[in-house]
C-alpha cells in the first residue's frame, strides 16, 4: 500500500473472473465522484490489456509504462477527463506489461505517490484474476473493491481473489460490487453467501478478521453497453437509465467513507512489497 500523509483515498477496483465490469464501475465511479466536487485520478492498472482511453474516447499521448522507463513525464501523459477527472492511461497489446518487472516494482508507488497529494480519490481499474502484476496492483491500495456477476463462476472466482489477496497481503476487508444483476436476483444475498464461504473456507485465524462488506449492486442494463459503444460512461450518456441511477448510488455510498473499509491494515510493514513513497 502506498503510504501518504495526506488524505487521498486509493482504492482498486479488481475482481476474480475477466469482463466482469470493473473498468465501466470504475470510469462511472470516478465521473460520478468527479461530478460532487472531488479531484479523481483513474489509474489504468490493466497492465497488459488497458482499455480506459477507448471507454472514456481519450488519445492517449504517451503511457504509463513510458513514463515508467523514462520515455516522458508523468505529466506529459496524464488525460483530461470528464469534469474533475485525471486519467494515467496505460499500453494494451504488450505481454511484457502483464509480468510484474523491476522498474514496476520499484517506480510505480514513487510515481503515483508523487500525485496523490493532488486528488482526493484514486482509483486503480486493475486488471482480473491472482496473476502477480493484478495482485500487485491491488496492493497499492488501501481500499479494494471486488466486482462480482452472480454467475456461480465469477462468484467462486471473487472468493479466490479475496483469500489470495487475505492470505498474501494481510488484507481484511473488501467491498463488494455486485455487477449486471438480473431481476429477482439480491446482490446482498449474493455478499452474504460468499462471506459464509469465506468464514467456511479460509484458514481459522484468517477467516475470523476477513470481512466483506457489500456497497452495492448495478443492474444489467443495455444502456450500459450502449455506452461503451459510445465511448461515453453511462452516467453522463443515459443519466436516466438504472444502470446510471445504480451507479451514482454507489459513488454516494462509496464517498460516506465506511469505517469498516478504512484505515486498515493491509499490507504487514515487513511483507509489504512496495516502498513507501512519500
Ligand atoms: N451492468 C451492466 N449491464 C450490461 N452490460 C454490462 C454491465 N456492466 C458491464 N457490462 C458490459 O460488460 C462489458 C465488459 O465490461 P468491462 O470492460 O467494464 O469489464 P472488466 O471487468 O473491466 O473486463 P476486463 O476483466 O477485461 O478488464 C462492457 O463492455 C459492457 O458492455
Ligand atoms: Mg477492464
New binding site residues.
Given amino acids: 500500500m502506498i503510504e501518504t500523509r495526506q488524505t487521498a483515498r486509493t482504492i482498486a477496483i479488481t475482481?476474480g473472473k475477466?469482463?466482469?465490469?470493473?473498468?465501466?464501475i470504475t470510469v462511472n465511479l470516478g465521473c460520478e465522484l468527479g461530478r460532487t466536487g472531488k479531484r479523481v485520478l483513474i489509474i489504468d492498472a490493466?497492465l497488459g490489456?488497458a482499455n480506459l482511453d477507448i471507454l472514456l474516447n481519450l488519445r492517449p499521448k504517451g503511457t504509463l509504462h513510458d513514463v515508467l522507463h523514462d520515455k516522458c513525464k508523468l505529466a506529459d501523459v496524464l488525460l483530461d477527463g470528464p469534469p474533475g477527472v485525471t486519467v494515467l492511461p496505460a499500453g494494451s497489446g504488450i505481454a511484457e506489461h502483464t509480468r510484474l518487472s523491476g522498474d514496476l516494482r520499484l517506480r510505480l508507488p514513487e510515481i503515483v505517490g508523487g500525485i496523490l497529494p493532488e486528488f482526493d480519490y484514486v482509483l486503480f481499474d486493475t486488471?482480473?484474476g491472482i496473476a502477480e502484476v493484478v495482485l500487485y496492483a491491488t496492493a497499492l491500495a488501501q481500499e479494494v473493491l471486488l466486482?462480482a456477476t452472480p454467475e456461480p463462476t465469477s462468484f467462486a472466482d471473487a472468493y479466490a481473489m479475496m483469500k489470495v489477496m487475505a492470505l498474501q497481503q494481510g488484507r481484511e476487508r473488501f467491498g463488494l460490487v455486485v455487477?449486471?444483476v438480473h431481476k429477482g436476483q439480491d446482490g446482498r444475498e449474493i455478499a452474504h453467501n460468499l462471506q459464509q464461504i469465506a468464514d467456511r473456507f479460509l484458514p481459522g485465524q484468517v477467516a475470523h478478521r476477513v470481512g466483506l462488506e457489500f456497497v452495492g449492486e448495478?443492474?444489467?442494463?443495455?444502456a450500459?453497453?450502449r455506452s461503451?459503444r459510445a465511448r461515453t460512461p453511462v452516467v453522463l450518456h443515459e443519466p436516466e437509465s438504472a444502470?446510471a441511477g445504480a451507479l451514482r448510488a454507489l459513488a454516494r455510498v462509496v464517498s460516506m467513507q465506511p469505517p469498516r473499509l478504512r484505515g486498515l491494515r493491509v499490507v504487514p510493514e515487513r511483507a509489504s512489497p512496495i516502498a513507501a513513497a512519500t
Fill in positions: 475482481s475477466g469482463g466482469v465490469g470493473k473498468s465501466c490493466d490489456l486488471g482480473a466486482v455487477n449486471q448495478i443492474p444489467a442494463d443495455s450500459m453497453e461503451v444502470a
